[in-house]
Structure formats: C-alpha cells, structure tokens
C-alpha cells in the first residue's frame, strides 16, 4: 500500500536526521544501498562505504549537529520513490563560538530492498547559510 511505503520512506529520512544528530556514522550511512550516489558540497560520493567516511570526517569534526528534515513531497512508484526534504541544520565547530545554520534541500531517489526503503541517490543542495554568535552554557 502506497500510505505504508510514504511513511517508510519519512521515517527513513528520520532515522538518518536522527543519526546525524548523534553523530552515528554508521546509523547515518545505514539508509543508503550498498551502491548509492551521495552528492553534496559539489562533491560526489559512490557506494555505501565512501559516505560513511565522509560523514566520520565531517559530521566527526563538529561539537553538534542538529538538523530538521520535514516538508517531504514523496511519490512512490512500485519499487521505486523519489522525495524532496527542506532540510535545515544548525552546528557548532569544535573550538568556536558560532553556530552554522544550513538552509537547503534534499532530493532523493529511494528503491525497496529486502531490507526495507534505502536511498540509492541523495544530492543536498545549498540554499543559504549564516554564522551567529552565541552564548553556551558549560
């Protein structure tokens, strides 16, 4: 039933904004196939392997992520769905006191595997970013 799958594929975007925010690499990469296409910062990333070492390394190299994923228009057709998120993110560097606010979108491709929804493409697009100063509790 296609209400089923739409809210497979929502949680799937969850799971991996949820992921991102604790900063489990392997939860984050979790989501994609074994071959999937990650594009991102004009950077292009091939396989399952490839993406979770570029989360380590980015998402490893922030104090915190928080990243909220919600408007998502998903269109399911058999075993295939493609989806658009607005995706905002606020972190913080390691050693700074700003925070970063990420404004864009996610496009996605999803394919139904023996394991359930998987994303097979990402591609993150930018549309603003801003630094703020703020003031932590320690």
Do not use: H
Not at 7 to 26: C, E, G, H, T
Not at 91 to 110: C, L, M, N, P, S
């Amino acid at each position: 039933m296609e209400t089923d799958d739409v809210v497979a594929i929502r949680m799937l975007a969850d799971r991996y904004s949820d992921a991102a925010n604790r900063a489990d690499f392997p939860a984050m990469a979790a989501v994609y196939t074994e071959d999937a296409e990650l594009i991102a910062f004009g950077n292009r990333f091939n396989g399952r392997a490839a993406i979770e070492k570029v989360f380590a390394e980015t998402v490893g190299a922030l104090e915190f992520v928080n990243q909220i994923c919600t408007a998502g228009v998903i269109e399911v057709k058999g075993d295939r769905a493609t989806a658009r998120w607005s995706v905002t993110e606020f972190v913080k560097r390691r050693g700074r006191d700003q925070i970063e606010i990420f404004i864009g979108t996610y496009e996605d491709e999803a394919v139904r595997t023996p394991q359930g929804w998987l994303f097979s493409r990402r591609v993150l697009s930018e549309r603003a970013k801003a630094r703020l100063d703020a003031q932590f509790k320690r």
